[in-house]
């Protein structure tokens, strides 16, 4: 009991050491290298839950999974606006590598039709990812906690039925209702979840455009660019930041599908 006292006051701890990080990133500039830095961290972070939910075959496993990727899906959003306000504020002079690697790729040999090319592509993976694996999580998370909730009353009245004909115990009684609790509650906060990173896809694409449309803006009102020269820096960069961050947000989705598919397999199973 001391014991998960313990691990829940660390968890609320980094939580609140996260949240004020995630704001302090979107409101104060950072260089380009600290910017790189919190790519790759949001990268990992992604994967890390990611496998680690691959050995959860109960909530027991991993219950504070809901947690994690709610952190995650939040710190990500508070890195890609710090990204495009970086390539706002650079333009033409933006360093950051990861961003700038990807963005070399994209624009290739440099020629329009090479970038309207890349941003149909683009387009079609993001709508894709948007449209089936995004949504296909939320879908499986809805599901899954609409029919724990709906038999969930019947498994509490299975439990007072078994306490009253002498089947079980007070303790074993009380044991078995907070299992229920804390199935309920992982469910619940797992489709709340879903729906978040759900949101957060449609934030990113918000993010995307503004990128590339205010870019354009900025760099020909303000700094006089040519059209032709906006188009072919800051097209490259919207495509870079969005597709880094698609990446994240993909390994959530995953995250969320699998793991409330494996526990829902587990269970089955069990019950079967």
Same mark, same amino acid.
């Given at each position: 009991?001391?014991?998960?006292?313990?691990?829940?006051?660390?968890?609320? &701890?980094?939580?609140?050491?996260?949240?004020?990080? !995630?704001?302090?990133?979107?409101?104060?500039?950072?260089?380009?290298?600290?910017? %790189?830095?919190?790519?790759?961290?949001?990268?990992?972070?992604?994967?890390?839950?990611?496998?680690?939910?691959?050995?959860?075959?109960?909530?027991? %496993?991993?219950?504070?999974?809901?947690?994690?990727?709610?952190?995650?899906?939040?710190?990500?959003?508070?890195?890609?606006?710090?990204?495009?306000?970086?390539?706002?504020?650079?333009? &033409? %002079?933006? %360093?950051?590598?990861?961003?700038?690697? $990807?963005?070399?790729?994209?624009?290739?040999?440099?020629?329009?039709?090479?970038?309207?090319?890349?941003?149909?592509?683009?387009?079609?993976?993001?709508?894709?990812?948007? !449209?089936?694996?995004?949504?296909?999580? /939320?879908?499986?998370?809805?599901?899954?906690?609409?029919?724990?909730?709906?038999?969930?009353?019947? /498994?509490?009245?299975?439990?007072?039925?078994?306490?009253?004909?002498?089947?079980?115990?007070?303790?074993?009684?009380?044991?078995? /209702?907070?299992?229920?609790?804390?199935?309920?509650?992982?469910?619940?906060?797992?489709?709340?979840?879903? &729906?978040?990173?759900?949101?957060?896809?449609?934030?990113?694409?918000?993010?995307?455009?503004?990128?590339?449309?205010?870019?354009?803006?900025?760099?020909?009102?303000?700094?006089?660019?040519?059209?032709?020269?906006? $188009? /072919?820096?800051?097209?490259?960069?919207?495509? !870079?930041?969005?597709?880094?961050?698609?990446?994240?947000?993909?390994?959530?989705?995953?995250?969320?599908?699998?793991?409330?598919?494996?526990?829902?397999?587990?269970?089955?199973?069990?019950?079967?």
């Amino acid at each position: 009991m001391k014991d998960d006292r313990r691990f829940l006051s660390l968890i609320k &701890k980094i939580s609140i050491a996260v949240i004020i990080i !995630a704001i302090l990133i979107m409101l104060v500039p950072i260089p380009a290298l600290l910017l %790189d830095i919190l790519i790759a961290v949001n990268l990992i972070s992604a994967f890390a839950i990611l496998a680690v939910s691959r050995r959860a075959g109960k909530v027991a %496993d991993f219950p504070t999974c809901p947690i994690w990727l709610l952190l995650s899906t939040a710190f990500g959003m508070a890195v890609n606006i710090s990204a495009t306000r970086l390539i706002f504020t650079k333009g &033409k %002079d933006f %360093d950051g590598r990861l961003i700038g690697f $990807v963005s070399d790729f994209v624009a290739g040999s440099g020629e329009i039709a090479y970038l309207a090319a890349s941003l149909v592509i683009f387009i079609v993976i993001t709508i894709v990812h948007a !449209a089936v694996i995004v949504r296909r999580q /939320k879908r499986i998370a809805e599901t899954a906690s609409r029919f724990t909730i709906d038999a969930m009353r019947t /498994k509490q009245k299975d439990v007072d039925a078994g306490y009253n004909a002498g089947l079980i115990n007070q303790d074993m009684a009380a044991s078995m /209702k907070a299992a229920l609790q804390r199935e309920y509650y992982f469910y619940n906060t797992m489709y709340k979840v879903g &729906k978040f990173i759900s949101a957060n896809e449609k934030f990113r694409i918000f993010v995307i455009a503004a990128t590339i449309t205010g870019g354009i803006l900025i760099g020909t009102k303000l700094r006089g660019e040519s059209i032709n020269d906006a $188009v /072919k820096l800051y097209i490259p960069l919207g495509i !870079a930041s969005g597709f880094l961050f698609m990446c994240h947000a993909l390994l959530l989705a995953l995250t969320v599908g699998s793991v409330i598919t494996r526990i829902w397999a587990a269970r089955t199973e069990t019950h079967s």
